[in-house]
């Protein structure tokens, strides 16, 4: 299992920013896609944005267009979900992971392998 860690979450008012970061001490991320997932109270796990080791990116919600981006900095071994003109319902754990192909962004969240801990992002006024 390749597990990573998520941080970078808080409190923040309606139309804040915030920035995740996903990273781990054991091995490079470099060659691997990472994707991001999110999770509210008493909801589904939502995939939210993939990224591949070429920097190809796939989006999984239509609510985070246009706000949301990730990137990658390998120098950092870190991959960085940009969160912008948060709404309250971007609140819950934000979590991040390998897909279980290590190379592609898959089409489905289902498709990753074990998630991390989370970090948990609340949108509150």
């Known amino acids: 299992q390749l597990q990573l860690v998520e941080s970078g979450g808080g409190l923040v008012q309606p139309g804040g920013s915030l920035r995740l970061a996903c990273t781990t001490s054991?091995?490079?991320?470099?060659?691997?896609?990472i994707g991001w997932s999110r999770q509210a109270p008493g909801k589904d796990r939502e995939g939210v944005l993939c990224i591949t080791s070429a920097g190809g990116v796939i989006n999984y919600a239509d609510s985070v267009k246009g706000r949301f981006t990730i990137s990658r900095d390998n120098a950092q071994n870190t991959v960085y979900l940009q969160m912008n003109g948060l709404e309250p319902e971007d609140s819950g754990d934000y979590y991040c992971?390998?897909?279980?192909?290590?190379?592609?962004?898959?089409?489905?969240?289902?498709?990753?392998?074990?998630w991390g801990q989370g970090t948990q992002v609340t949108v509150s006024s």
């Open positions: 054991i091995f490079s991320l470099r060659r691997y896609a």
């Open positions: 992971a390998v897909p279980k192909d290590p190379y592609y962004c898959p089409g489905v969240v289902d498709d990753f392998d074990s």
